[in-house]
């Protein structure tokens, strides 16, 4: 693509070209935009320099050498990057006099190339620093042969359809105000009731494990960033504090150390453990304008956020019941391929090593139990202790990152927290902190693009519309609809002068799962069908039936 590119523009000047994991990129120095119609020239230019099939020769060279090579062709990012390269000898390829600097290896000549696609054009600093001069990078893309391609970009489309923040607007789910501020999720009622649904079946799962919910403030003096360690190593994604009647105050990056001060209002006794803490907890963190992206990286969200304290003892069966829970709350959310990691001791860390030891081997105890195939990222665990992090597949095969699981022996410590053991003695308890989605406005990003905005029935903002044929039908609709209504099934009736066939498209576009149409039939006979979004009929139903029937399948949540 580079030779392509200087083929076309010789006056652009070739700066960094990796390979990515579905591609590559290459960014250039050049005094114009890109345009769409460059993309297929440069495509073009490709194709002939791979119908030459032009080998690829290595050439070992000194530093010198290389430096000289390309300060005489005018390479000036490469002289750049040659200067920061430590080694005495580097590698330059050559292919039909285009030199490129690269450790290789490479196809042996470019008739190899069995299929490309350029993908897209992006601005992009030189060595990602904003300082730096803003260069054009091209995406693209390559594969063995021609029908894998095709499946690549058939999947990229997909992608496309099922995007968020396409759906978010199509749907009304949400919006990002860039007014209000970049990264801040004002939700809409559509994506307002799904979270609230999402919330409520979360409430009432963790009391019935044993969970007590709390809530906390936003806000919290500085101190205690200070003494929970935030301030020293969590500082660049803090906002900066603000300073209330002479004292300075932080929006709070995470809620453990409310749960700790719960936990340390009155004296605590080993009979009590395991205490387990739950909140929707909102957090804010700075994160760069140029990283937001949708609801999936943000600047304010919801954890799902719980602490547990445990004594030495419970901590296996603890690990074990919180493994169970995530599992229970994500495949009723759909997912049913999980990517699961390991993390160990990392060089640095704090506690004891019996400790350490005692806390992965539970955390991997557990794992096993499940039958939960893991990798294990040795050294990778947090300063504090150990953790399992669970990935989700989607219906794309993506993976997200969503559930975590980390002892802590460092807050404990730090927040001087003791309960009375069975001995009379002062101890410290192990706290544990897990999420299962991770953050709600990210799992509902990933919720609106694994149903591609077509949402189960309970999840639905709209499980049922009710749409009449004609005028006439309408008295009968509305008491239908206001049946449904009362046994708390989420219904929108479309009595418009309109045709039914319009009526039933929108209800579709809104993929809202069932709609009823209500006619001289339906009204004769008292009878009614269910269409699915699909177009598919269910029933006819007597309107008990029908009730009970979409009850059902609310609460099985399938
Ligand atoms: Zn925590």
Request: net charge negative.
């Amino acid at each position: 693509m580079a030779h392509a590119v200087k083929n076309l523009f010789p006056q652009a000047k070739v700066a960094i070209g990796p390979s990515i994991a579905d591609g590559f990129y290459y960014d250039f120095d050049i005094d114009r935009a890109f345009t769409p119609e460059d993309l297929i020239a440069i495509e073009n230019e490709m194709e002939s320099i791979i119908k030459k099939n032009s080998p690829f020769l290595r050439r070992e060279m000194t530093k010198d050498e290389a430096m000289s090579l390309f300060a005489e062709a005018g390479e000036i990012y490469k002289v750049e990057l040659l200067q920061s390269i430590e080694a005495e000898t580097v590698t330059v390829y050559d292919e039909d006099g285009f030199m490129d600097l690269c450790r290789g290896p490479h196809l042996p000549s470019t008739g190899r190339i069995a299929a490309v696609k350029l993908l897209s054009i992006a601005g992009a600093y030189w060595r990602g620093d904003e300082k730096n001069k803003m260069l054009q990078r091209i995406y693209g893309t390559a594969f063995n042969n021609p029908k894998d391609l095709k499946k690549y970009l058939d999947f990229l489309e997909e992608v496309k359809k099922r995007d968020h923040r396409r759906l978010g607007k199509e749907l009304d789910l949400f919006s990002i105000n860039e007014e209000v501020g970049p990264g801040l999720i004002l939700w809409h009622p559509n994506g307002a009731m799904i979270r609230k649904t999402i919330e409520d079946f979360w409430r009432d799962e963790h009391q019935k494990a044993g969970y007590k919910l709390l809530y906390s403030p936003h806000i919290a003096r500085l101190d205690v960033w200070k003494t929970s360690g935030h301030l020293d190593f969590y500082n660049e994604n803090m906002f900066a504090p603000m300073e209330v009647e002479g004292t300075p105050y932080e929006l709070k990056p995470m809620n453990c150390p409310f749960h700790i001060y719960i936990y340390k209002n009155s004296l605590r006794s080993y009979r009590e453990f395991p205490i387990r803490y739950a909140e929707l907890g909102t957090v804010y963190r700075f994160e760069r304008s140029g990283v937001l992206h949708g609801l999936l990286r943000v600047r304010g969200f919801t954890q799902d956020d719980a602490h547990i304290f445990t004594r030495e003892d419970q901590i296996e069966a603890e690990i074990l019941q919180v493994l169970d829970f995530i599992l229970f709350i994500l495949r009723t959310f759909g997912f049913e391929q999980f990517e699961t990691y390991l993390s160990t001791r990392p060089e640095k860390y704090v506690g004891s090593d019996e400790h350490w030891q005692k806390a992965t081997t539970a955390l991997e105890d557990a794992l096993k139990a499940k039958g939960l195939s893991y990798n294990i990222d040795s050294g990778g665990g947090a300063f504090y202790g150990p953790k399992i992090d669970i990935k989700v597949k989607d219906s794309l095969g993506r993976a997200w990152q969503c559930s975590t699981i980390q002892v802590d022996f460092n807050l404990p410590e730090r927040f001087n927290m003791t309960y009375r053991g069975s001995d009379g003695k002062e101890h410290r308890p192990i706290m544990v902190h897990r999420a299962l989605m991770g953050s709600l406005e990210r799992f509902f990003g990933v919720l609106v693009e694994h149903y591609a905005g077509a949402f189960p029935l309970w999840l639905a903002p709209v499980q049922v519309s009710v749409v009449t044929i004609s005028e006439k039908h309408g008295e009968y609709a509305e008491k239908i609809a206001s049946g449904l209504l009362q046994k708390g099934i989420r219904v929108e009736l479309d009595a418009d002068d309109e045709k039914v066939g319009n009526k039933i498209r929108k209800s579709t576009v809104k993929k809202i799962p069932y709609a009823i149409v209500v006619g001289d039939k339906e009204m004769e006979q008292n009878s009614l069908s269910l269409r699915k979004r699909n177009g598919e009929n269910v029933g006819p139903f007597a309107i008990d039936e029908l009730i009970s029937f979409l009850c059902e399948e609310i609460n099985l949540r399938r």
